[in-house]
């Protein structure tokens, strides 16, 4: 076995995908065949193998063997056949973007339309036996939810687009996650069509923030005060 590949001759070949995959998994798969189409102008099929796991194979014949254990994102590259695998859905899509950004792909935070790709080319396109071993296990960004100004109809549709396009760039560059700070009078934790799309790349839609208010409301303060902190002369106070 060999530890490199030309993608123009893998092009030739199938995705192929577990059939239970993860949703995040059958996204990688798709994005691997369609950016093979456009470095090399060839588009490889599609198709499925028995079983889940967080596994793709681009290779002309049906894999006769298991992808490679995985405790990180891998690619393994032989010749014209390219086995990606990982721990988890999420980095068998991050091992495709950044396999995708080693060829000379840079992706925007503004969205598919703006990614700058190099031409299409029948020459050989070199990939390597790599393996994507983060410095950081959780690389993830912040924002507070009353930003999106989710009760302003019209404001938050229009927004949307935007953020959209920065979840798909997360996903190219690696990010585990988003994290959206609730303060005391937002009324929710999540925001859905974030959650929605953060999910179906195998990212994580995490909540937090100033939340105690929502875990022990102030009502409580009248029959339960000692729940509540107290100032330097005792008095309890329900502005804790």
């Not at 405790?71 to 859905?89: C, E, F, L, S, Y």
């Amino acid at each position: 076995m060999s530890d490199h590949a030309d993608l123009a001759r893998a092009a030739h070949g199938t995705v192929w995908c577990p059939i239970d995959a993860a949703p995040a998994v059958r996204l990688a798969g798709d994005e691997l065949a369609a950016f093979t189409g456009r470095l090399t102008g060839i588009t490889p099929g599609r198709a499925t193998v028995p079983g889940a796991g967080a596994h793709l194979w681009l290779q002309a014949a049906r894999p006769d063997r298991p992808a490679p254990l995985a405790g990180d994102a891998r690619v393994d590259a032989d010749g014209a056949t390219i086995a990606i695998t990982g721990a988890q859905p999420r980095d068998v899509l991050a091992a495709v973007y950044r396999l995708l950004a080693d060829l000379g792909c840079r992706w925007s935070p503004r969205g598919s339309a703006y990614d700058q790709l190099p031409p299409a080319t029948a020459t050989p396109l070199g990939v390597r036996t790599t393996v994507h071993r983060p410095a950081f296990a959780r690389r993830a960004y912040a924002s507070d939810l009353t930003t999106w100004h989710y009760s302003m109809p019209e404001r938050y549709a229009g927004r949307l687009p935007q953020d959209l396009a920065f979840i798909e760039w997360m996903a190219k560059t690696g990010a585990t996650g988003w994290l959206f700070i609730r303060h005391a009078h937002d009324d929710r934790w999540l925001l859905p069509e974030l959650a929605e799309a953060l999910h179906a790349r195998g990212m994580a839609a995490e909540w937090g923030g100033h939340g105690l208010v929502e875990w022990l409301p102030r009502a409580v303060f009248a029959t339960h005060p000692e729940y509540f902190p107290a100032d330097l002369s005792g008095h309890r106070t329900d502005m804790g």
